[in-house]
């Protein structure tokens, strides 16, 4: 899906209109002028930072008791939403637009492969890893 918007209606964010604002730390400025030469200022829409921000902070908040700590994943999807505006890396058309996609890949996934809740990789792992005969007791 993104990549057909990519190819059919491809946005740049034009870096060089917004240049680093100097009052911040050396090591700030050093992060975000590499920030900026690693990723791409081509492709903004929609942010793929965002959707996969999401998509994966509504599998983790699914998965997550006690549900209050569902907002940790949320908050940081947020951040990251928040991020993509501020360091100039998107248009702000662009992070709705990642919402709504990471939003229909968790919907999807979830109908794909239907279950109570998704439990994540790191806990199913021992499972395959312990073997046949030890006896669980």
């Known amino acids: 899906l993104c990549a057909l918007v990519f190819v059919l209606w ?37 942010s793929l930072h965002v959707a996969l921000a999401w998509a994966i902070a ?25 991020t993509t505006i501020t360091t100039k890396q998107h248009y702000v058309i662009d992070v709705p637009a990642g919402l709504v996609v990471g939003v229909l890949a968790f919907v999807g996934a979830r109908r794909a ?6 439990t994540p990789f790191f806990l199913r792992i021992g499972e395959r890893l312990e073997p046949s005969w030890i006896s669980r007791g």
């Open 10 to 46: 491809p946005t740049t964010f034009p870096r060089e209109l917004y240049p680093l604002p100097e009052g911040l730390g050396a090591r700030t400025l050093a992060e975000l002028r590499e920030l900026r030469d690693d990723d791409s200022p081509s492709n903004c829409f929609p």
């Open 58 to 82: 509504l599998t983790w908040a699914s998965w997550l008791r006690p549900r209050a700590l569902a907002a940790l994943p949320i908050g940081w999807a947020l951040v990251v939403s928040v």
């Open 113 to 118: 492969v239907p279950g109570t809740r998704a």
